[in-house]
């Protein structure tokens, strides 16, 4: 039998290979989710190949490690079933049921899909913070804190424009 985590993996796959796209907010511009996902080497794409994939403000977070403001983000509202992806290459990073409100203005989860973000020490403002990023393509989707709800006690504080939503087809 088949359980709600392992269709919801597969529907995001399939909608990937099939190249079918995602709503997101902001600026038209062919992402990564209307592009086939196959045979691309994503940790090896140009600088001008990811500004031809992503929005500008995509790209400033994605792959410059940008912020953006909090409460800008459609996505810190997000209540519907499904699955949260790479908003550069439709990686799944976390469940739905991952989601809390943490009243930062940002998309918060307690934890994330196994094996979907690596983490590294992010000493850029004057603090140790760790942050971390897709780890299929690299791109930068926020930085972890110690100030979550159990069960792990973690805050991955996501910038909604890094993320892309899919929702359960119910």
């Given amino acids: ?10 529907s995001v796959a399939a909608l990937s290979v099939a190249g079918i796209s995602c709503a997101k907010a902001g600026p038209a511009k062919e992402t990564a989710m209307t592009q086939p996902k196959t045979d ?14 992503l929005t500008d403000m995509e790209f400033h977070v994605l792959r410059k490690e ?14 519907r079933k499904g699955v949260f992806v790479c908003a550069g290459c439709a990686l799944p990073l976390f469940h739905s049921e ?47 804190f110690p100030d979550g709800p159990r069960p792990t006690g973690l805050r991955y504080c996501n910038n909604g424009i890094a993320l892309d939503f899919v929702p359960d087809e119910a």
């Fill in 1 to 10: 039998m088949i359980n709600r985590r392992y269709f919801a993996l597969g």
């Fill in 40 to 53: 691309i080497n994503w940790k090896n794409l140009s600088e001008s190949e990811w500004k031809d994939r």
């Fill in 66 to 79: 940008g912020t953006e403001r909090a409460g800008s983000s459609p996505l810190d509202n997000e209540k």
């Fill in 98 to 144: 991952m989601k809390f409100d943490s009243g930062t203005g940002w998309p918060s989860f307690f934890t994330v899909i196994d094996g979907a973000v690596g983490e590294k020490v992010d000493n850029k403002l004057w603090m140790k913070r760790t942050e971390y990023h897709c780890s299929r393509c690299g791109g930068h989707q926020g930085h972890v």
